[in-house]
């Protein structure tokens, strides 16, 4: 994982692991970063689903998503929520409210047809929807992949911070 920073703005940090997941099963777009071989990085904003310590993904079989990981599989991942643009009285002087989520893990494509149905229901509950298992032949079309949290860290802004500095992850 990269050298640990200090955050900046300690009085936005949030470290409490229960509300940082609140915002993982809230949250509907995560933005993954990966690098490519040659080190160049490469930002996807892509669905998931969120349980137990893991972001579930999936899409199409092929794709420059599907290589990255296999080559270098460290990723890091964003998820913010409730973001608003907020303005000063002034009017002049911008800010904005969210509730957010980084950090780092380790993707691991899922083979297995039955683990793919069980992640892919996850995500449907993520969505609220409904699913239905894919068929062993489906699943040769689908990409189907976990990133594993090493660590994460919640920062806020606007909202009530659940105490900065309390149970770290």
Do not use: C
């Not at 969120?50 to 599907?66: F, Q, R, S, T």
């Not at 964003?78 to 973001?83: E, F, R, S, T």
């Amino acid at each position: 994982m990269p050298d640990k920073r200090e955050m900046r703005r300690k009085d936005k940090l949030v470290t409490d692991r229960a509300w940082m997941e609140e915002v993982l099963r809230e949250g509907r777009v995560a933005h993954i970063g990966m690098a490519s071989p040659d080190g160049g990085p490469y930002v996807l904003p892509i669905g998931y689903g969120y349980e137990d310590g893991v972001i579930y993904l999936h899409g199409a079989k092929n794709g420059l998503k599907n290589d990255l990981a296999a080559a270098n599989p460290r990723v890091s991942f964003n998820v913010a929520v409730g973001i608003e643009l907020t303005r000063g009285r002034e009017g002049e002087n911008f800010s904005s409210r969210y509730r957010s989520v980084t950090g780092f893990g380790v993707i691991e494509e899922i083979t297995d047809p039955a683990e793919m149905n069980r992640a892919l229901a996850i995500l449907m509950r993520q969505y609220r929807g409904p699913h239905t298992d894919i068929s062993e032949e489906k699943s040769k079309t689908l990409w189907v992949a976990r990133i594993v949290i090493r660590e994460m860290t919640g920062k806020v802004s606007g909202y009530p911070n659940p105490g900065a500095g309390s149970d770290k992850s």
